[in-house]
């Protein structure tokens, strides 16, 4: 069980907008750690997608947006395309573990 | 442009030794925190290890301490990670990576690599 709590999936049409949640607690995000957010296409390795809770790295279409309020996070993906279809993690310090946590996992299908 | 090359994969019995190698280049290495990062079949990402730019401080998740070491060579831009007891539970892809982040608590990875197969069993 990780300390980050994510749904094991979602899905949504093309062109719909979804969200993967990312519950933490006082000890990770609640404390005001940065959340970053991961994407795993088919047999790849991850990449990075959101870094410091809502930054963007250079190549990611503006369509991702993460977010954070108190003990969660949140990444959003408007206008699904076929090509979203993947798992999404998210990240965190832990600063009961000494370390860094990653969520669970969400895997997203394209409808 | 900014590489990372994991060697040393394969299979091992319980109870035996790997070393896994990542070579790295396109960037300062000394500058970059480095980490392993693992993934057993059909699981989640676990963090394994961590090494500070300068070597001098380490991290270990819980179910690695004490069986695995990760260490870096400036001189060959490589990081290492010996793993020793290892168990079936080991069993993964393990993802060599580069952190980025401007405290030690932020980190994040920004650069990963394609990853080399553990496969512990007898």
């Known amino acids: 069980q990780s300390v980050l709590t994510q749904p094991p999936s979602v899905s949504g049409a093309p062109g719909q907008r979804v969200t993967i949640s990312c519950t933490g607690s006082?000890?990770?995000?609640?404390?005001?750690?940065?959340v970053h957010w991961y994407q795993q296409l088919p047999g790849t390795a991850p990449k990075l997608l959101i870094y410091?809770?809502?930054n963007r790295p250079s190549g990611v279409p503006d369509r991702f947006s993460g977010s954070k309020s108190g003990s969660s996070a949140s990444l959003a993906i408007s206008g699904l395309q076929a090509e979203d279809e993947a798992d999404y993690y998210c990240?965190?310090?832990?600063?009961?573990?000494?370390?860094?946590?990653f969520g669970g996992g969400t895997k997203l299908t394209v409808l | 442009e900014v590489q990372l090359l994991e060697s040393g994969g394969g299979l091992v019995q319980p109870g035996g030794s790997l070393r896994l190698s990542c070579a790295a280049s396109?960037?300062?290495?000394?500058?970059?925190?480095m980490s392993w990062v693992r993934q057993a079949p059909g699981k989640g990402l676990e963090w394994v290890s961590t090494?500070?730019?300068?070597?001098?401080?380490?991290y270990y998740a819980d179910s690695v301490k004490g069986r695995f070491t990760i260490s870096r060579d400036t001189s060959k831009n490589t990081l290492s990670l010996q793993m020793n007891s290892l168990r079936v539970e080991d069993t993964a892809v393990y993802y060599c990576?580069?952190?980025?982040?401007?405290?030690?608590?932020?980190?994040?990875?920004?650069?990963w690599g394609k990853g080399t197969t553990v496969t512990v069993s007898s």
């Open positions: 090494i500070t730019s300068g070597g001098g401080s380490t």
């Open positions: 410091e809770n809502n």
């Open positions: 990576a580069k952190l980025r982040g401007q405290f030690y608590y932020h980190y994040y990875i920004d650069v």
């Open positions: 396109g960037f300062t290495f000394r500058s970059n925190a």
């Open positions: 006082s000890s990770n995000i609640g404390a005001d750690y940065d």
């Open positions: 990240q965190s310090y832990d600063n009961s573990l000494s370390g860094r946590v």
